[in-house]
């Protein structure tokens, strides 16, 4: 069974601090997504990393694949209320004809002003 | 927007009975998955249907059930319905690849 842990659970900082967000895994996956979910919505997506060791800046978020393609992170620069959402990372691979994502339990973000 | 729209948005349910939740998805997408979000944990994978017949299944009981249509809309049965059962069913629609999935808003089962 693949499994995917995220760190840390809970967090909270202020408006304007810089965070990371880790998603780390003993499987390799073919890629990893990262999808941000707010209360009574589903996930929507926000990046989708496939090189081991690949970069990709969204803004003010910057997530990167590890070299072993096994683990991510996502760090977010001067943080806003609008941030504040549950953060999901997501390793997907293909299985024969069966195609699925593994979800890590997510990292519930909290920005106050 | 996704485009992904699932129905209803809230449901409730007494333990034994029997739901259908329905999904429709986005345009041109073949590939619907369904998943279970308990609260405070990331969603589980169910099933995936592709062309109208279940392309891989998670670690859930037979008593769950689908369907895909024609027109690539889903439907998720639920028999037999269990106070666990209780959680947040996403619908994710894609291409036959996978790369990108949409999800739907949700629905949410209660169960009493």
Redesign the interface.
Known sequence: TQLLEQSPQFLSIQEGENLTVYCNSSSVFSSLQWYRQEPGEGPVLLVTVVTGGEVKKLKRLTFQFGDARKDSSLHITAAQPGDTGLYLCAGFNSGGSNYKLTFGKGTLLTVNP | E?G?TQSPTHLIKTRGQQVTLRCSSQSGHN?V?W?QQAL??????IF?Y?REEE??R?NFPPRFSGLQFPNYSSELNVNALELDDSALY?C?SSLE??????????T?LTVV
């Open positions: 996704t992904v590939t998955s998943y405070g944990q990331g969603p589980q994978f995936q592709y392309n891989g998670g996403l994710a690849d996978n790369t990108e999935a949409f999800f739907g808003q949700g949410r």
